[in-house]
C-alpha cells in the first residue's frame, strides 16, 4: 500500500489564498513505480502508434505533438474555411477537473475494447485501485483519503491513461472537426448555410451526451465561441434575428454568445485572426519580466544579463512564435522594442545601436529567429518527427534538394483572405525552407540541422526594422534571398535617420 500512497503539496497559483481552489495540487508518488511506469507505457505507446488506436487530432502527451501542432492544425482549418467562402465557428470546452473525474471501470472497459491484454488491463486496475493521497503543507501532513475516481497525477502513465479514455469522443462528432490537446477540446465547423449551424449543434448536443455517459463533468458556463467570417458581407448574417444564427445551446439551456478573442493553449485567437492581441500581451509580459530581473539584479554584466535574457524573458517572446510570426512592421516594433530596451542596459554596449548591439552580442533579431524557428518546424515534417496537418508537400531533385510546394490561392478570395493565407504557417513554411540550401535538406540529425541552419540564417544581415532606422529591405529571409545579397561582405547600409 505504500507505493500507492499519493503526497500532496498545494502550489498557490493566485487569488485569495484561504480558498483550496486557488492551489495547484503537485503530486509526489513512488520513484520505484515509477520504474515500472516506464516500461509499461513504452509497451503501451508501441501498441497503440503500430494500431492507430488515437485520434490524430489528439495532440496531447503524445511524441512528436504539442501545443504548436495543435494550433497549427486549426489555424490552418480556419483559413482553409475562409478561402473556401465559409464562416467558421469554433466552439471551446472546458472540462471540470477532468483527470480527477476518469471513471476506473469505463476506462478498463476501453482498454479491453481496444485489445489490450488481459494482464495488462488488470495491472492497471491495480494500479488504480485502493490509492490514497493526503496534504503535506510545512511538514504537517493531513488524514489519508482514499481516491475514488480519476488517473493518479504525478504518474508516469496517467497522462496516457485519460487520453486514452477521451479518445472515444471524436466518435460523437460526425460532420465538425474536434481537435483536442489532453483535455482541452475544440469543436469547429465550416458554416455555408443555416443547415451548417445546425448541424454544429447537434455535434456538440453529442459531446454533452458523451460527457454524461462516461460521468465527466463540463463548465458549460465557460464555453466560448468565436465566429471567423469569410466576409463582412456574409449572407448568412443579413437574415432577420441574425444573432440567432450566430448562437450555440448548451444541455442548461444557456447561450453561447460570440466572443472578440479566446486564449487558446497560451496564445490569444481573435475572431479576426488577428495576431495584434497576442502580441500585445507577450510584450507586455516581457516587459514586466525584464523590468523585474533589472530591479531584482543590480549587475549589468554582459554574462549575467545575457543569461537572465535568454532564461527567463526571451521565452515569453517566443511562445509558439511559427504560429503567429507577423510582416506587420508595427508588431515587429513592439517586440523587437522589448529586446532593445533589455540590451540597452548591458554595460558593454550601451554606447553602440540596436543593430550593433546585435551583433556585438551576438544575438539573432527576433524576427530572425521566428523565422528559424518556421524552417525548422518545416524540417520535422519532412523528417516525420511532427505531424503534417497543414499538408506541407515536398518536390525532391538532385539539383535543389527537397524542394517544398508553395500552395497556390483561388483568385476568387478576398484581399484580407488572401492576406490570411499569405501569412499563414502553410505558405510561409514552404517559402522560407526553399531559401535555405539544399546541403541543409539531407540532414537528419536534429542538432546538426539546427547548428548548420544557425550558421546559414547568421550570414545574412540582420536589420530588424525600428523606429528610426531606415533598413534595405524588411529583413525577412525571404527580402535578402530574393535581392541576392552577399550579407558577410556588406556593411552596414542603413543610416540612423534624423527625427
Avoid at 499538408?391 to 508553395?406: M, P, Q, T
Wanted: proline share 4%.
Amino acid at each position: 500500500m505504500f507505493y500507492k500512497e499519493t503526497l500532496i503539496t498545494p502550489l498557490y497559483k493566485k487569488g485569495d489564498r484561504a480558498q483550496a481552489v486557488n492551489y495547484r495540487p503537485v503530486a509526489l508518488t513512488s520513484h520505484v513505480i515509477k520504474v515500472y511506469e516506464r516500461i509499461l507505457r513504452s509497451v503501451m505507446v508501441d501498441y497503440i502508434d503500430r494500431n492507430k488506436l488515437l485520434s490524430d487530432n489528439q495532440h496531447g502527451f503524445r511524441s512528436g505533438r504539442s501545443c504548436l501542432t495543435q494550433l497549427l492544425s486549426h489555424i490552418d482549418d480556419i483559413v482553409k474555411g475562409l478561402i473556401d467562402g465559409a464562416d467558421t465557428d469554433a466552439i471551446y470546452l472546458d472540462f471540470a477537473k477532468a483527470f480527477d473525474k476518469v471513471d476506473h471501470r469505463l476506462l478498463l472497459a476501453k482498454m479491453r475494447k481496444l485489445g489490450f491484454h488481459e494482464r495488462l488491463v488488470k495491472w492497471i486496475e491495480s494500479f488504480l485501485s485502493d490509492r490514497k493521497q493526503s496534504v503535506v503543507l510545512d511538514g504537517v501532513s493531513s488524514f489519508s483519503a482514499v481516491v475514488l475516481s480519476g488517473v493518479p497525477q504525478g504518474t508516469v502513465l496517467g497522462p496516457l491513461l485519460f487520453i486514452v479514455f477521451i479518445n472515444d469522443m471524436k466518435l460523437c462528432v460526425m460532420g465538425s472537426i474536434i481537435r483536442l490537446f489532453a483535455d482541452d477540446t475544440r469543436i469547429l465547423r465550416h458554416i455555408f448555410s443555416i443547415e451548417d449551424v445546425e448541424a454544429l449543434q447537434q455535434d456538440l448536443n453529442c459531446v454533452l451526451e458523451w460527457a454524461k455517459c462516461n460521468n465527466m463533468a463540463l463548465n458549460e458556463n465557460k464555453f466560448e465561441l468565436l465566429i471567423h467570417k469569410h466576409s463582412s458581407q456574409s449572407a448568412l448574417f443579413e437574415l432577420p434575428f441574425t444573432v440567432l444564427t450566430q448562437t450555440y445551446q448548451v444541455s442548461s439551456g444557456s447561450i453561447i454568445l460570440p466572443s472578440e478573442s479566446v486564449k487558446d493553449l497560451g496564445v490569444m485567437v481573435s475572431s479576426e485572426l488577428s495576431w495584434k492581441p497576442h502580441i500585445c500581451m507577450i510584450a507586455q509580459r516581457a516587459t514586466k519580466v525584464a523590468a523585474w530581473v533589472l530591479s531584482a539584479f543590480k549587475t549589468r554584466d554582459k554574462c549575467t544579463m545575457l543569461t537572465l535574457y535568454k532564461s527567463i524573458i526571451r521565452s515569453h517572446l517566443e511562445y509558439c512564435c511559427p504560429l503567429w510570426n507577423s510582416s506587420s512592421k508595427c508588431n515587429i516594433h513592439q517586440l523587437e522594442g522589448v529586446q532593445r530596451s533589455f540590451t540597452s542596459r548591458i554595460d558593454s554596449v550601451q554606447h553602440l545601436d540596436y543593430w550593433q548591439q546585435l551583433r556585438a552580442l551576438n544575438l539573432m533579431s527576433l524576427q530572425r529567429r521566428r523565422e528559424r524557428y518556421i524552417i525548422i518546424h518545416v524540417w520535422k515534417i519532412l523528417n516525420g518527427r511532427c505531424p503534417n496537418d497543414v499538408d506541407i508537400k515536398f518536390l525532391e531533385s538532385k539539383r535543389h534538394g527537397e524542394k517544398a510546394v508553395v500552395p497556390s490561392l483561388t483568385k476568387s478570395s478576398s484581399k484580407r483572405n488572401q492576406t490570411l493565407y499569405d501569412n499563414s504557417f502553410a505558405v510561409i513554411g514552404p517559402r522560407l525552407w526553399n531559401t535555405i540550401p539544399p546541403n541543409l535538406h539531407s540532414i537528419e540529425d536534429p542538432e546538426h540541422f539546427k547548428s548548420m541552419l544557425t550558421d546559414f540564417v547568421k550570414s545574412f544581415p540582420d536589420e530588424p526594422p525600428i523606429p528610426g532606422y531606415s533598413g534595405r529591405n524588411g529583413n525577412s529571409l525571404l527580402d535578402w534571398n530574393s535581392t541576392k545579397a552577399e550579407p558577410l561582405l556588406c556593411g552596414r547600409s542603413a543610416t540612423l535617420m534624423t527625427r
